[in-house]
């Protein structure tokens, strides 16, 4: 994983990344994440050798790789989210870029916090965010930025631990093992159970059951 697009913006920069827009229950998750360059460069040669876009990554890979983000010397990091109320409210697009302005905001009030007068580029992956000042997009950017690939670590493995309080709230679903995305086990539990709170009532086999009326948590 290289650091070439993090350089063509120059210190500071923060990598942003998301998980979680397709799921029918729990909310979107955003991950950001900054580091000088220079201090990037020694952990891309070490710590964070392995970081690479989440969806490459085992469960276990990914946790033992959080962690490594975590604790560095020298990163700032956030992971925010939009709940399922701010998904149906305002749309999963919109809720996605909610999450991703939160993360940012916080690490960058950690970078002013530290003395950094910059004001930082925003290196985000995906489509551009507009509502991101300052910010420039990456297609497929948690396979080509060092940055965006370890907020998706952040990002994915946040959302599968919601995912794990979820199945502790609402046993039956089995949200540990599809996290919330519409598996054949999960349309079959929401037909059965009807939705619980932490559906997206805005997404269709949410809806259509709620539509059908009864059951639900």
Not at 6 to 23: F, K, M, W
Not at 95 to 115: E, F, K
Not at 205 to 211: F, H, S, T
Request: include cysteine; charge should be positive; proline fraction near 6%.
């Amino acid at each position: 994983m290289t650091l070439e697009h993090e350089r063509q913006l120059g210190d500071p920069v923060i990598g942003v990344d998301e998980a979680g827009r397709g799921p029918l229950a729990g909310g979107v998750f955003a991950a950001a994440v900054t580091a000088p360059l220079a201090v990037a460069a020694g952990l891309a040669a070490g710590a964070w050798r392995e970081v690479n876009d989440s969806k490459k990554l085992s469960p276990k890979k990914r946790r033992a790789l959080s962690e490594a983000v975590r604790n560095a010397d020298g990163c700032i990091w956030a992971v925010a989210s939009a709940s399922p109320e701010e998904i149906d409210r305002l749309n999963i697009l919109q809720a996605t870029h909610l999450a991703m302005r939160r993360a940012v905001d916080a690490v960058a009030a950690g970078l002013s916090a530290a003395g950094e007068k910059r004001p930082p580029a925003v290196l985000v992956d995906g489509l551009p965010v507009a509502s991101l000042p300052n910010s420039t997009n990456l297609i497929k950017g948690d396979a080509k930025s060092l940055l965006i690939a370890a907020a998706s670590i952040l990002a994915k493995t946040a959302r599968d631990e919601d995912c794990l309080r979820l199945e502790r709230l609402y046993p039956g679903y089995g949200f540990a093992a599809h996290k919330g995305y519409p598996t054949a086990r999960h349309l079959s539990a929401l037909e059965t159970l009807g939705p619980c709170p932490e559906h997206r009532r805005s997404f269709a086999p949410v809806a259509q059951r709620l539509a059908k009326g009864g059951g639900g948590v």
